[in-house]
T-cell receptor, first 112, second 116 residues
């Protein structure tokens, strides 16, 4: 049973436009949500996180939105740049001592 | 500060063999987690060690085991290898993030294991 779902395996966006990556979760006990970015032949790198007490967190070009009632979060990248082409993983955790559950990832292609 | 290092980077084994992978966390990080990444399943959690104790465990068979040493270095062992164990094995060390209330994980480059 997949607790964190990224239903779009891939997404293509024009350079300069907004990229929106979506993630759904099933476990209502999740309290922390994270996004990671992964380039080929490298480990994932942390991008941004959000606690369940917030509905938005922003860091530069990256904004994460959380809709707890819908058990849905999204990552917005504005404006999209060529270096943003990577696989993006959504992840969730119940608390600090709980394991982090990852989605299967979405491959983002930024088109020139 | 050096990042998370994993050795070896690439490994080829045959079915039935066993393998040991090593992970050195970032200095000062006491938590180490292991993940298996495959094309179809994404990142799947194997286990987490904190201060030499297994704190969390994923849904993998007992052939997968791990340990952590007093210097926080961790090893993962897979016995009786199967073809399906071919994957990228990622190690991550983590540090608490005071602002978000959760840990931020820093991943190593992974060990690519191929089972023939």
């Amino acid at each position: 049973d997949q607790q964190v779902k990224q239903n779009s395996p891939s997404l293509s966006v024009q350079e300069g436009r907004i990229s929106i990556l979506n993630c759904d979760y099933t476990n209502s006990m999740f309290d922390y949500f994270l996004w990671y970015k992964k380039y080929p032949a490298e480990g994932p790198t942390f991008l941004i996180s959000i606690s369940s007490i917030k509905d938005k967190n922003e860091d530069g070009r990256f904004t994460v939105f959380l809709n707890k009632s819908a058990k849905h979060l999204s990552l917005h990248i504005v404006p999209s740049q060529p270096g943003d082409s990577a696989v993006y993983f959504c992840a969730a955790s119940g608390n600090r001592d709980d394991k982090i559950i990852f989605g299967k990832g979405t491959r983002l292609h930024i088109l020139p | 500060k050096a990042g998370v290092t994993q050795t070896p980077r690439y490994l080829i084994k045959t079915r039935g063999q066993q393998v040991t992978l090593s992970c050195s966390p970032i200095s000062g990080h006491r938590s180490v987690s292991w993940y298996q990444q495959t094309p179809g399943q994404g990142l799947q959690f194997l286990f987490e060690y904190f201060s030499e104790t297994q704190r969390n465990k994923g849904n993998f068979p007992g052939r997968f085991s791990g340990r952590q040493f007093s210097n926080s270095r961790s090893e993962m062992n897979v016995s009786t290898l199967e073809l399906g164990d071919s994957a990228l094995y990622l190690c991550a060390s983590s540090v608490p993030q005071l602002t978000s209330g959760t840990d931020t994980q820093y991943f190593g480059p992974g060990t690519r294991l191929t089972v023939l």
